[in-house]
Nanobody
C-alpha cells in the first residue's frame, strides 16, 4: 500500500523557518512525481513544489519561490520541505503527495501556523 506521512509542522513567528518531512512507503521512490501541496479551509488546494518523474526536475509555486526548498533522501524514502522566511499567509495544512499513473495519493498532513 502507498503510504505518506507528513510531519514537522508547528507554530512559528513570521520570518522564521521550519523543515517538514514526509516518510513514504509502498512505491519506488525514484520513479514517480512527488511533492507538497497545502490547503487552507475554504480555499483551493495550492501546489507548493514538485519533483517530476522524468528528469527529477523541481518546480515551485510562485508564492513560495525563493523561500522554500524541496529535497529528498532516497535511501530513507523521505521528502523534505525547507521553509524559510515564513509569512502569515503560509499558514495551512501541508501534505506530501505522489502521482502513480492516474492515481493521486496523499497522506495525513501537518499543520503550519505562522503568527506573532
Amino acid at each position: 500500500d502507498v503510504q505518506l506521512q507528513a510531519y514537522g509542522g508547528g507554530w512559528v513567528q513570521p520570518g522564521n523557518s521550519l523543515r517538514l518531512s514526509c516518510a513514504a512507503s509502498g512505491f519506488n521512490f525514484d520513479d514517480y512525481a512527488i511533492g507538497w501541496f497545502r490547503q487552507v479551509p475554504g480555499k483551493e488546494r495550492e501546489r507548493i513544489s514538485c519533483i517530476n518523474s522524468y528528469d527529477r526536475g523541481v518546480s515551485y509555486g510562485e508564492s513560495v519561490k525563493g523561500r522554500f526548498t524541496i529535497s529528498t533522501n532516497n535511501a530513507k524514502n523521505t521528502v523534505y520541505l525547507q521553509m524559510n522566511s515564513l509569512k502569515p499567509e503560509d499558514t495551512a495544512v501541508y501534505y506530501c503527495d505522489v502521482h502513480i499513473g492516474l492515481q493521486h495519493y496523499w497522506g495525513q498532513g501537518t499543520q503550519v501556523t505562522v503568527s506573532s
